[in-house]
C-alpha cells in the first residue's frame, strides 16, 4: 500500500533562516509520481511540483529546491530564505503510475510558521 | 480563465439532510476527484473518476456518494450526513494528456449538526 510519511508536524523558524520539510514515501510500484502543495491560511492548495519517478534530478524554482532520492525514498523540500508568506502548510502527495494524478495519497503535512 | 469551482463554499446543516455539493471544472480534464481534508490526517480520497461515466471509491468512501453524467460536472452527495462528515471537502481534476497536474477547488466547509 502506498504510503506518505511527513514526520514534522510543525516548523517555526525565524525570516531568512532556511528551512527543509521532509517527506518519506512508500510504494510498490517502480513508476510513480510525487508532489508538493501548499495550503496558504487561506485555504486553498496551491501545486508546487510533480516529479516522476524516473528523474532524480533535484530541482529549484526561485528560493524553492526539492531533493529527490529513490534510495531513501525520500522527496524533501527546502525553501531558501524564508519569508513571512511562506507561512502555511504543505503537503506531500504520491500516486500510481497507471492512473498519474487522479488518486493522489498525501502526507498529513507540515505547518510552516515563518516569524519576522 | 482556467479553474475549479465548488458550490457552496461553506454549508451548515443538520444530521440526516441530504445535500449535493457541486463540482465543475472548464479545462476538459478526464480525471476528477473528492478529497476530505481532516485535523491530522491530511486530504484523503473520496471518490474519483477517469471519465464519464466510470467512478470508483477512494480511501473514505463511506457514506458519500457520486455520478459523473457529463465530463465538466462531478458532484458529491451526502444522503444522509452525519456529524463525523463535518469537514473541509476539495474537489480536484486532472489531465494525463495535458499535464496530469491536480487542479483544486476552492473548497467546500461543512457542518453537520
Known amino acids: 500500500a502506498q504510503k506518505v510519511t511527513q514526520a514534522q508536524t510543525e516548523i517555526s523558524v525565524v525570516e531568512k533562516e532556511d528551512v527543509t520539510l521532509d517527506c518519506v514515501y512508500e510504494?510498490?510500484?517502480?513508476?510513480?509520481?510525487l508532489f508538493w502543495y501548499k495550503q496558504p491560511p487561506s485555504g486553498e492548495l496551491v501545486f508546487l511540483i510533480r516529479?516522476?519517478?524516473?528523474?532524480?534530478q533535484n530541482e529549484i524554482s526561485g528560493r524553492y529546491s526539492w531533493n529527490f532520492q529513490k534510495s531513501t525514498s525520500s522527496f524533501n523540500f527546502t525553501i531558501t530564505a524564508s519569508q513571512v508568506v511562506d507561512s502555511a502548510v504543505y503537503f506531500c502527495a504520491l500516486s500510481e503510475a497507471w492512473g498519474g494524478s487522479e488518486k493522489l495519497v498525501f502526507g498529513k503535512g507540515t505547518k510552516l510558521t515563518v516569524n519576522p | 480563465e482556467a479553474q475549479v469551482t465548488q458550490n457552496p463554499r461553506y454549508l451548515i446543516t443538520v444530521t440526516g439532510k441530504k445535500l449535493t455539493v457541486t463540482c465543475s471544472q472548464n479545462m476538459n480534464h478526464e480525471y476528477m476527484s473528492w478529497y476530505r481534508q481532516d485535523p491530522g490526517l491530511g486530504l484523503r480520497q473520496i471518490y474519483y473518476s477517469m471519465n464519464v461515466e466510470v467512478t470508483d471509491k477512494g480511501d473514505v468512501p463511506e457514506g458519500y456518494k457520486v455520478s459523473r453524467k457529463e465530463k465538466r460536472n462531478f458532484p458529491l452527495i451526502l444522503e444522509s450526513p452525519s456529524p463525523n462528515q463535518t469537514s473541509l471537502y476539495f474537489c480536484?481534476?486532472?489531465?494525463?494528456?495535458?499535464?496530469?497536474?491536480?487542479?483544486f477547488g476552492p473548497g467546500t466547509r461543512l457542518t453537520v449538526l
Open positions: 516529479r516522476n519517478s524516473f528523474d532524480e
Open positions: 510504494t510498490r510500484d517502480t513508476t510513480y509520481y
Open positions: 480536484a481534476s486532472s489531465s494525463p494528456v495535458l499535464s496530469d497536474e491536480q487542479f
